[in-house]
Nanobody, 124 residues
Framework: QVQLVESGGGLVQAGGSLRLSCAAS????????MGWFRRAPGKEREFVAA??????ILYYADSVKGRFTISGGNNIVYLQMNSLRPEDTAVYYC???????????????????WGQGIRVTVSS
């Protein structure tokens, strides 16, 4: 059984930093991608960042580019979040799928495996 477990969320002031971690077990994700999505209150789930393992290709949403960094390997993915803003407040979800490539890595529907979500709150 595949499990993705996120950690590292919490409350931070605007301008601060947090680092999210996601550890996958039950399957090796050495192909495809692992990514981060988020859902803010009253909004749809949106893409944040993804890492495509073959070639270490990185993808970012425009809203986080230059502030967030995705990294990882060996079934673990991290999201370093700097210069946090109140609008980054959301539940963040880790996702993984061996068929996630290219533009598909930005789409929630691509991913079969999801974590339970972890809350990030940025106060102004």
């Amino acid at each position: 059984q595949v499990q993705l477990v996120e950690s590292g969320g919490g409350l931070v002031q605007a301008g601060g930093s947090l680092r999210l971690s996601c550890a996958a077990s039950g399957r090796t994700f050495s192909s495809g991608a692992m990514g981060w999505f988020r859902r803010a209150p009253g909004k749809e789930r949106e893409f944040v960042a993804a890492i495509e393992w073959i070639g270490s290709i990185l993808y970012y949403a425009d809203s986080v580019k230059g502030r967030f960094t995705i990294s990882g390997g060996n079934n673990i993915v991290y999201l370093q979040m700097n210069s946090l803003r109140p609008e980054d407040t959301a539940v963040y979800y880790c996702a993984a799928d061996r068929s996630a490539y290219g533009s598909k890595a930005r789409l929630p529907a691509t991913y079969d495996y999801w974590g339970q979500g972890i809350r990030v709150t940025v106060s102004s």
